[in-house]
């Protein structure tokens, strides 16, 4: 990494996490000569980096590793595939046709892309934008913050936080306390039920750590430390835990900063870029795959997803890639949806290159019909049992062939 | 910072390192005084002066003929005088005050009526079609406005540091941790008594914001006022809703407050609050989970499409107010002591002009003024400047902070020198680390990293902000 940062690519890839990384190998294979991924930390890897525990790796190396060794795994097949791997360099600015702003070491550049692929993740949702009370002490900590500090620093923030969540995410932060020997007083869930599936709720009970559903956290107290929280109780009540930290997870958002400072159209309901089918911006020179498409999937699926925005990309190059066209825009017309990704389907579902799946999410547990309506008229619905923040998807295939306007998805609700 | 501390005879200690002990610090000190500034937390800025709306006042609203109004006018003319020499920024907003109701309508006259008493004659008032086309984001049931062209936004940190760091490369000393609990004047000094051993000085400036009438009680045995601390809590959103309003957008104040303002930071930001709420606490601003989602609210009311925008970070400060509308700011004859007490909520534009008149009792109470011949002028990091941040610049390093765009090379130099942080909160203010949209989900390990046995507490058990 001595010389300086090129001044023009085919394929800039900025963020060199999992799907970064996974799509700057398929181009490679796919024969595209110079992909340069852009990496604002140090080191390539993600987000994974920082997670010193199990299961990665299933689907990319048939085997399960720990976070940092399935990093270091990525980007050496990148760099042995012929990946420009240029770490601490931050785009800072997207600029239409593929022009991309930079920040390195030594100074603003400039890097123009024949096409671009945003690949800038997410992180959790902080306790000022959760608009949490109380003081603000040090020792409230994302999840990915106290991985950075216990397994990159190896440091021991605190020694009896309360954990706030129970998304995948938050039995990570309980793997990551049990690696310090932190040991929380409690996991608070302000929903009646644990987010995240079986197996890994069985986690507190084997850690013996109390799980309190139906609670959430009012107020943090402490003055340079945190002495304890105020929970709101199921009946309405508060009630003051002792405890020396706060881990507040999950909750994920695209980390779409660079994105909505842009050109480039964004979704207000996942947070990420408005796509089409084959994963292309508003500008057709930008791309994006991973988890800035919505909060929040596995290593392995967005992975998946950056090594077939790598293919697209690939033939989007050699001009094989049908052109952007009007098609069927999709909304949610129940406020217990969410959002969809892709946002935009203008080709038939078996088209090449295009996405087999719709994803959906939902914004509260849901029992109940999800079916798709086009000018009035319902075309289809099928049951439907969804928890947010879990993967839910249908099959393109779903939507009819050839039509224009808006498609809503619709849900309803069994009477409970 | 070394010297024995009992030995030498300071011209001038300053109590508190707030804005207005800083202002005043610089003046002092630029006036050829040996200044001592005493500040008894870790850091400097640790009380009303931490979280405030950063509003460089023009004193449009201030109380006709108050001392308040002559200290805000003074301190808005020297800031705009000063700033370019110290690399401070200023980001030229004007401000609208906006009428919602037919009665907030009937009282804009009257609030015109009072800027022009006050000198501030370029006001313009607007109708609401005027005032929509200016800032077309705002609600269209607005009434009508006025603008006040000469409102400034400023940055609450950059100014009194840069103050403070004048008067030390000036000569003064700063001892922080260092409480003042009590003091004898023997009719030539001072006699300080602090937790960290005795002070001596001819003449002492109380500039202890929230704690004003304590010290005066420490050390004169009376007190003159009582602070009754008025609580302001913000939500700042992140940097693309600042793309919603130039103008700072003001209500019409109400008998009891200023209200509640929206408008962007130095920063890039954009800020809803504050609120106003008595207590009794002096030390703690408790942030309260309603009051934020209602300023939340009331932020979407007037500005609707602030309703997508993120809310990267909340804050409460704490206003010394007091039993009195003025700024209490008094020589104690036979004494050498001045007490600048009750900066209520508008201290950052007043300090400059504060720490004027203070010097001015000064030299009435018979400490001489030599003005320095040529004095240091330090120069502030840029922060604001979009044009000339670091990270544009060769050899930053790197970015550590990547919400705030903050280079390695900015936070080892903020590291170092005279007024070199003592916490992960003095740090923040001087370099933005973790202030941004993830609030340290990425930085805080390599920031740990960097700043261990740096601080005098470490960054994992040290105060947010
Ligand atoms: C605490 C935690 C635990 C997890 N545990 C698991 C697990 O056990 N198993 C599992 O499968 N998944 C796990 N995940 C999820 C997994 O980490 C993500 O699914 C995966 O990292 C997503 O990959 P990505 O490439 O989309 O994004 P990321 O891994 O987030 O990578 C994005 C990259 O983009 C870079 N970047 C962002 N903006 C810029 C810019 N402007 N310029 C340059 N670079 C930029 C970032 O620095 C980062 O390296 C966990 C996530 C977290 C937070
Ligand atoms: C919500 C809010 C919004 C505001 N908005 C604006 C605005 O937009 N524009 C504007 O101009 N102003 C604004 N202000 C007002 C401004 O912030 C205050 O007027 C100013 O900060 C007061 O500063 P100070 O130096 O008097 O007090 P402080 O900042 O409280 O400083 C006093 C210092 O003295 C120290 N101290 C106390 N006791 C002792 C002791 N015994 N020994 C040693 N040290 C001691 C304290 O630790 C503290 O650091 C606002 C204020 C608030 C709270």
Same mark, same amino acid.
């Given at each position: 990494?001595?010389?300086?940062?090129?001044?023009?690519?085919?394929?800039?890839?900025?963020?060199?996490?999992?799907?970064?990384?996974?799509?700057?190998?398929?181009?490679?294979?796919?024969?595209?000569?110079?992909v340069?991924?852009?990496?604002?930390?140090?080191?390539?890897?993600?987000?994974?980096?920082?997670?010193g525990?199990?299961?990665?790796?299933?689907?990319?190396?048939?085997?399960?590793?720990?976070?940092?060794?399935?990093?270091?795994?990525?980007?050496?097949?990148?760099?042995?595939?012929?990946?420009?791997?240029r770490?601490?360099?931050?785009?800072? #600015?997207?600029?239409?046709?593929?022009?991309?702003?930079?920040?390195?070491? /030594?100074?603003?550049?400039?890097?123009?892309?024949?096409r671009?692929?945003?690949?800038?993740?997410?992180? /959790?949702?902080?306790?000022? #934008?959760?608009?949490?009370?109380?003081?603000?002490?040090g020792?409230?900590?994302?999840?990915?913050?106290?991985?950075?500090?216990? *397994?990159?620093?190896?440091?021991?923030?605190?020694?009896?936080p309360?954990?706030?969540?129970?998304?995948?995410?938050?039995?990570?932060?309980?793997l990551?306390?049990?690696?310090?020997?932190?040991?929380?007083?409690?996991?608070? /869930?302000?929903?009646?039920?644990?987010?995240?599936?079986?197996?890994?709720?069985?986690?507190?009970?084997?850690?013996?750590?109390?799980?309190?559903?139906?609670?959430?956290?009012?107020?943090?107290?402490?003055?340079?430390?945190?002495?304890?929280?105020d929970?709101?109780t199921?009946?309405?009540g508060?009630r003051?835990?002792d405890?020396?930290? @706060?881990?507040?997870t999950?909750?994920?958002?695209?980390?779409?900063?660079?994105?909505? #400072?842009?050109?480039?159209?964004?979704?207000?309901?996942?947070?990420?870029?408005?796509?089409?089918?084959f994963g292309?911006c508003?500008?057709?020179? *930008?791309?994006?795959?991973?988890?800035?498409?919505?909060?929040?999937?596995?290593?392995?699926?967005?992975w998946?997803?950056?090594?077939?925005?790598?293919?697209?990309?690939?033939?989007?190059?050699?001009?094989?890639?049908?052109e952007?066209?009007?098609?069927?825009?999709?909304?949610?017309?129940?406020?217990?949806?969410? *959002?969809?990704?892709?946002?935009?389907?203008?080709?038939?579902?078996?088209?090449?290159?295009?996405?087999?799946k719709?994803?959906?999410? @939902?914004?509260?547990?849901?029992?109940?019909?999800?079916?798709?309506?086009?000018?009035?008229?319902?075309?289809?619905?099928?049951?439907?049992?969804?928890?947010p923040?879990?993967?839910l998807?249908?099959?393109?295939?779903?939507?009819?062939?050839?039509?224009?306007?808006t498609?809503?998805f619709?849900?309803r609700e069994?009477?409970? | 910072?070394?010297?024995?501390?009992?030995?030498?005879?300071?011209?001038v200690?300053?109590?508190?390192?707030?804005?207005i002990?800083?202002?005043v610090?610089?003046?002092?000190?630029?006036?050829?005084?040996?200044?001592?500034?005493?500040?008894?937390?870790?850091?400097?800025?640790?009380?009303?002066?931490?979280?405030?709306?950063?509003?460089?006042?023009?004193?449009?609203?201030?109380?006709?003929?108050?001392?308040?109004?002559?200290?805000?006018k003074?301190?808005?003319?020297?800031?705009?005088?000063i700033?370019?020499?110290?690399?401070?920024?200023?980001? &030229?907003?004007?401000?609208?005050?906006?009428?919602?109701?037919?009665?907030?309508?009937?009282?804009?006259?009257?609030?015109?009526?009072?800027?022009?008493?006050?000198? =501030?004659t370029?006001?313009q008032?607007l109708?609401?079609?005027?005032a929509?086309?200016?800032?077309?984001?705002?609600?269209?049931?607005?009434?009508?406005?006025?603008?006040?062209p000469?409102?400034?936004?400023?940055?609450?940190?950059?100014?009194?540091h840069?103050?403070?760091?004048?008067? =030390?490369?000036?000569?003064?000393?700063?001892?922080?941790?260092?409480?003042?609990?009590?003091?004898?004047?023997?009719?030539?000094?001072?006699?300080?008594?602090?937790? &960290?051993?005795?002070?001596q000085?001819?003449?002492?400036?109380?500039?202890?914001?929230?704690?004003?009438?304590i010290?005066?009680?420490?050390?004169?045995g009376?007190?003159?006022?009582? =602070?009754?601390?008025?609580?302001?809590?913000?939500?700042?959103?992140d940097?693309?809703?600042?793309?919603?309003?130039t103008?700072?957008?003001?209500?019409?104040?109400?008998?009891?407050?200023?209200?509640?303002?929206?408008? &962007?930071?130095?920063?890039?930001?954009?800020?809803?609050?504050?609120?106003?709420?008595?207590?009794?606490?002096?030390?703690?601003?408790?942030?309260?989970?309603?009051?934020l989602?209602?300023?939340r609210?009331?932020?979407?009311? =007037?500005?609707?499409?602030?309703?997508?925008?993120?809310?990267?970070?909340?804050?409460?400060?704490?206003r010394?107010?007091?039993?009195?509308?003025?700024?209490r700011?008094?020589?104690h004859?036979?004494?050498?002591?001045?007490?600048?007490?009750?900066?209520?909520?508008?201290?950052?534009?007043?300090?400059?002009?504060?720490?004027?008149?203070?010097?001015?009792?000064?030299?009435?109470?018979?400490?001489?003024?030599?003005?320095l011949?040529?004095?240091?002028?330090?120069?502030?990091?840029?922060?604001?400047?979009?044009?000339?941040?670091?990270?544009?610049?060769?050899?930053?390093?790197g970015?550590?902070?990547?919400?705030?765009l903050?280079?390695r090379?900015?936070?080892?130099?903020?590291?170092?020198?005279?007024?070199?942080?003592?916490?992960?909160?003095?740090?923040?203010?001087r370099?933005?680390?973790?202030?941004? &949209?993830?609030?340290?989900f990425?930085c805080?390990?390599?920031?740990?990293?960097?700043?261990?046995?740096?601080?005098?507490?470490?960054?994992?058990?040290?105060?947010?902000?």
């Amino acid at each position: 990494m001595a010389d300086s940062t090129p001044q023009s690519c085919d394929v800039a890839i900025v963020g060199g996490g999992p799907a970064g990384l996974a799509a700057a190998v398929a181009l490679r294979k796919a024969g595209v000569a110079s992909v340069v991924v852009l990496e604002r930390e140090a080191q390539a890897g993600g987000i994974p980096r920082h997670c010193g525990h199990y299961p990665f790796g299933m689907r990319e190396f048939n085997r399960v590793l720990r976070g940092p060794d399935y990093a270091a795994r990525l980007v050496a097949r990148a760099l042995k595939s012929g990946v420009d791997i240029r770490t601490s360099v931050t785009v800072t #600015a997207l600029n239409p046709g593929g022009r991309l702003g930079l920040s390195t070491p /030594e100074g603003a550049a400039e890097l123009a892309a024949k096409r671009v692929l945003l690949c800038t993740g997410v992180r /959790e949702k902080s306790r000022a #934008a959760r608009l949490i009370g109380g003081e603000k002490p040090g020792g409230v900590l994302s999840t990915g913050a106290l991985q950075g500090l216990v *397994y990159l620093n190896h440091q021991k923030p605190f020694s009896r936080p309360v954990v706030l969540g129970t998304e995948l995410v938050s039995f990570s932060a309980l793997l990551t306390c049990r690696h310090m020997g932190i040991r929380p007083v409690a996991m608070v /869930e302000p929903a009646s039920r644990v987010t995240a599936r079986w197996p890994t709720r069985l986690l507190p009970k084997l850690l013996r750590i109390p799980l309190l559903l139906d609670t959430g956290i009012s107020a943090i107290h402490g003055g340079s430390k945190v002495t304890g929280v105020d929970l709101v109780t199921p009946d309405g009540g508060t009630r003051h835990i002792d405890c020396d930290g @706060v881990i507040v997870t999950g909750a994920f958002l695209p980390e779409a900063s660079l994105l909505r #400072a842009s050109h480039l159209a964004v979704d207000p309901a996942s947070g990420g870029p408005d796509i089409d089918q084959f994963g292309r911006c508003s500008d057709p020179a *930008y791309f994006a795959a991973g988890n800035l498409l919505r909060a929040v999937e596995t290593a392995g699926w967005s992975w998946a997803e950056g090594r077939r925005a790598g293919n697209t990309i690939a033939h989007d190059l050699k001009s094989s890639l049908p052109e952007p066209r009007e098609g069927l825009r999709l909304v949610m017309a129940s406020d217990a949806l969410k *959002y969809a990704v892709p946002q935009r389907v203008a080709y038939p579902a078996g088209s090449p290159r295009s996405t087999t799946k719709i994803q959906l999410r @939902v914004t509260r547990p849901v029992e109940g019909r999800l079916g798709l309506r086009i000018d009035g008229t319902e075309l289809w619905s099928k049951p439907l049992s969804a928890m947010p923040e879990r993967r839910l998807t249908v099959p393109v295939s779903m939507l009819p062939d050839g039509r224009k306007g808006t498609a809503e998805f619709f849900v309803r609700e069994q009477a409970k | 910072m070394s010297q024995d501390s009992s030995s030498e005879v300071f011209d001038v200690a300053v109590i508190g390192g707030g804005v207005i002990g800083c202002a005043v610090a610089r003046k002092f000190a630029l006036e050829g005084a040996r200044v001592v500034m005493l500040e008894k937390a870790l850091d400097i800025l640790d009380g009303a002066s931490k979280g405030n709306s950063a509003i460089l006042h023009t004193g449009f609203d201030a109380p006709p003929g108050s001392l308040e109004l002559a200290c805000i006018k003074a301190g808005y003319a020297e800031y705009l005088d000063i700033r370019e020499r110290l690399n401070l920024p200023l980001v &030229r907003a004007g401000a609208l005050v906006l009428a919602w109701t037919e009665e907030q309508e009937a009282a804009l006259p009257g609030l015109m009526e009072q800027a022009r008493t006050n000198g =501030i004659t370029d006001i313009q008032p607007l109708t609401a079609a005027e005032a929509l086309k200016l800032e077309p984001e705002l609600a269209g049931t607005l009434r009508a406005a006025f603008r006040v062209p000469r409102e400034h936004l400023i940055d609450p940190w950059s100014a009194p540091h840069a103050y403070l760091l004048q008067a =030390i490369e000036n000569g003064a000393v700063l001892r922080r941790d260092c409480e003042v609990l009590g003091g004898i004047y023997d009719g030539v000094a001072w006699r300080l008594e602090t937790s &960290r051993g005795g002070v001596q000085a001819r003449l002492v400036v109380n500039a202890a914001g929230l704690y004003g009438d304590i010290v005066d009680e420490r050390l004169t045995g009376r007190r003159d006022f009582h =602070i009754k601390p008025r609580k302001g809590q913000f939500v700042v959103f992140d940097k693309t809703a600042a793309r919603l309003t130039t103008h700072i957008l003001l209500p019409v104040p109400s008998k009891t407050t200023k209200g509640i303002v929206v408008c &962007r930071t130095a920063y890039g930001n954009l800020l809803v609050g504050p609120t106003a709420e008595e207590q009794e606490d002096r030390s703690v601003a408790e942030l309260v989970p309603g009051a934020l989602a209602a300023l939340r609210r009331r932020g979407e009311e =007037i500005l609707p499409a602030l309703a997508g925008e993120e809310v990267t970070a909340i804050y409460a400060g704490l206003r010394p107010a007091t039993e009195y509308k003025d700024y209490r700011i008094r020589a104690h004859e036979g004494k050498a002591y001045i007490t600048v007490g009750g900066i209520r909520s508008t201290g950052l534009s007043s300090a400059l002009g504060v720490a004027r008149y203070v010097q001015a009792l000064a030299v009435k109470l018979g400490l001489p003024a030599q003005p320095l011949a040529e004095p240091v002028w330090p120069r502030l990091p840029a922060l604001t400047d979009e044009g000339q941040r670091d990270w544009r610049a060769a050899g930053n390093a790197g970015i550590v902070c990547h919400c705030e765009l903050v280079t390695r090379r900015e936070v080892e130099a903020a590291m170092e020198g005279p007024l070199a942080p003592q916490t992960l909160a003095g740090l923040k203010r001087r370099t933005r680390v973790t202030m941004g &949209r993830c609030q340290g989900f990425y930085c805080s390990a390599e920031l740990a990293a960097m700043t261990r046995d740096r601080l005098a507490v470490a960054m994992t058990e040290t105060a947010d902000g």
